[in-house]
């Protein structure tokens, strides 16, 4: 009783205390009944109820988030965009799961079930080579094929040598298989030759049409069979000197062989030279403008081979040569196996300089071309013969050489001497170029490296460019009427003693390279002969007469070459005129003699000079005063 009163008694009954709970109860209920999507109710009964009573709610919960968090207040109608943007997310989904079911449940292509095992023989395909294509085929749907052929399209120019259909040959490009039961199966072999890129593809394709089912539905296969052909029958080898020698020309051979059964096309072989090399030639054929050497064709099991030649560079240690065949078929070509070469280097074991004793050549002389050579390698070097070459054309051999020694021991040097004669002067069709001449000489030599084996090698060594005094023509003569048959000269033909007679004199200067200056031209009259003052020059002062000696001259600066078929003529005509007396009776008097023309090289500053022709009565190239030249 004592506790009893300690604790404080309830205000209400427990009848009402029950109802009160039950109330509560239920009210939680009705709050989870009225919840919204994001369960606002705050009791786990009501969000409870709020789950089982409204699950559309909590699904669209994520859209409702997205829509406040992205549409609402964004667009002026935002639930008209969100809706529309919901309905394309919906469509596209439906098309995907529509596609989806169709490549998993749909119909499917009867040649699907038609099956290829496609293999090649020998395994590994050579270009140029016969190979067997194997097509296995099998009937793995459930009709029966009828009326069944196959047309096979071959890659270009594949040499078809023989088709078996089940081992049985079959003549023409359609093969026809008849029947092909439930399950059964056949097999065609091709049998030919590939001409393709070593490396590169070469596709058939085959084409199957049949019918089948009650109605002979027609039906086609078509599939693609690609290989790559892993070799040639074309080989290469190239064949170089055992000591590749640097700063010198060097010759190769490639040997091409047909390793193959049959009769190759023709064959195309492009070079990738070094770049220390300098290709010169090749025999038996030259490079087309491609850089490509163009062969003919080869018949199986044969070889043949082409040389080329050019000149080696500055090389350390080695080099390497690469060439690439093809098979060429029309314009097109398929590439072969590359021959790719590497020749260990050395350096020249004798080497040369090349001097001349002045500073230009003068036409008419001779040179002295001294060459000093030395043995820098270690062997023993024999056998020498050393010159120089030059493709001028004042020098009239296209080279000079001499024997220089028989042994030259390692460390040793020498000097050779050579005289040259060079021409006094060249024709207009000899040169491209017609002013400032010079003229290259490159000195070479051949000898033999004393070991075993013996090499006998070729050196070519360093260019001497030397500028070229110009050449000097003087054409003198003499006229009395001109090549029309107009007449200048006047007075009696044949020349009477003690009648006048006169005649014109020419001097022409051709075949100049350079700008001559202090140009003159002199002349010593003949007896009884006298200058009449009458002339005409192309430039310069006028023509002078000095009494005293009896001599007519011309004087000018700058002459301009006269070598090159455009030039300016350059000319000098004057009048003369002869009074024989009685003891030139008889004789062909002469009309001027001692005829010279002098100046200075404007380029190489040499003094030049030259004599032209003595001029007499006698023209035997003029109309009419050929034949007439003795005095009466």
């Not at 030639?281 to 490509?292: G, H, M, T, V």
């Not at 004057?574 to 100046?599: C, H, K, R």
């Amino acid at each position: 009783m004592a506790l009893m009163k300690l604790l404080p008694l309830p205000q209400m009954s427990l009848p009402s205390l029950v109802f009160s709970n039950m109330s509560s109860f239920f009210e939680k209920i009705t709050n989870g009944l009225k919840c919204d999507s994001a369960g606002t109710p705050e009791s786990v009964i009501g969000r409870t109820v709020c789950v089982v009573a409204h699950p559309g709610k909590m699904i669209l919960f994520p859209f409702l988030h997205w829509f406040e968090e992205h549409y609402k207040g964004r667009y002026k109608f935002a639930r008209a965009v969100f809706t529309a943007d919901l309905f394309l997310l919906g469509l596209a989904l439906l098309l995907c799961i529509a596609a989806l079911f169709l490549f998993l449940f749909g119909p499917t292509d009867i040649t699907e079930k038609i099956h290829y095992d496609v293999a090649v023989a020998p395994r590994e395909i050579i270009s140029g080579a016969p190979s067997t294509l194997i097509i296995r085929y099998t009937n793995g749907t459930k009709e029966e094929l009828r009326n069944v052929t196959m047309n096979i399209a071959y890659p270009a120019h594949f040499a078809l040598q023989e088709i078996l259909f089940d081992d049985t040959a079959i003549h023409g490009d359609l093969i026809d298989i008849g029947t092909i039961p439930i399950g059964g199966t056949g097999s065609l072999k091709i049998k030919g030759v590939m001409f393709g890129d070593v490396g590169g593809e070469q596709t058939f394709r085959s084409l199957m049409t049949f019918t089948y089912g009650e109605e002979d539905a027609l039906a086609q296969k078509m599939a693609t069979h690609t290989f790559s052909p892993s070799g040639s029958t074309l080989k290469l080898e190239l064949l170089l000197p055992d000591k590749v020698i640097a700063e010198q020309p060097i010759s190769g051979t490639i040997r091409y062989s047909n390793t193959g059964e049959i009769d190759f096309p023709e064959i195309t072989i492009e070079p990738e030279w070094p770049t220390a090399f300098t290709f010169f030639s090749a025999s038996p054929l030259s490079p087309y403008s491609d850089l490509s050497f163009h062969l003919p064709s080869i018949d199986a099991g044969k070889s043949g081979e082409m040389t080329f030649s050019g000149h080696l560079g500055a090389v350390e240690n080695q080099i390497t040569f690469t060439f690439h065949p093809s098979f060429t078929f029309d314009e097109v070509t398929y590439r072969q196996e590359t021959l790719v070469h590497t020749s260990p280097v050395i350096p020249p074991p004798l080497t040369a300089e090349i001097s001349i004793e002045k500073e230009s050549l003068r036409p008419g002389s001779t040179t002295e071309v001294s060459i000093a050579y030395t043995n820098n390698g270690e062997i023993d070097i024999e056998n020498i013969i050393i010159g120089f070459t030059s493709d001028s054309p004042f020098f009239s051999e296209d080279s000079y050489q001499t024997n220089g020694a028989d042994l030259l021991l390692p460390g040793e040097s020498s000097t050779v001497i050579l005289n040259a004669p060079l021409r006094s002067s060249i024709y207009q069709s000899e040169v491209d170029a017609y002013e400032n001449l010079a003229a290259d000489l490159q000195v070479f030599a051949t000898y033999t490296l004393n070991e075993d084996p013996e090499q006998d090698i070729s050196y070519l060594g360093p260019t001497l460019t030397v500028p070229i005094t110009t050449p000097l023509v003087l054409e003198s003569y003499g006229r009395y009427t001109m090549p029309s048959g107009d007449q200048i000269g006047r007075g009696v033909l044949p020349p009477r003693a003690d009648m006048t007679t006169k005649y014109w004199i020419f001097w022409h200067v051709a075949g100049t390279t350079s700008v001559l200056n202090n140009t003159t031209i002199t002349g010593a009259l003949g007896d009884n002969v006298t200058f009449t003052g009458r002339q005409s020059v192309s430039q310069g002062s006028a023509v002078s007469y000095e009494t005293s000696t009896n001599t007519v001259s011309w004087n000018t600066d700058g002459l301009s070459p006269t070598l090159s078929p455009s030039s300016q003529i350059i000319g000098v005509a004057f009048e003369v005129a002869l009074t024989p007396d009685d003891s030139q009776i008889g004789s062909v008097p002469t009309l001027m003699n001692t005829i010279q023309i002098t100046g200075t090289d404007a380029v190489t500053g040499a003094f030049v000079s030259t004599y032209g022709a003595n001029i007499t009565t006698n023209l035997p190239n003029d109309a009419l005063a050929a034949g007439f030249a003795e005095v009466q």
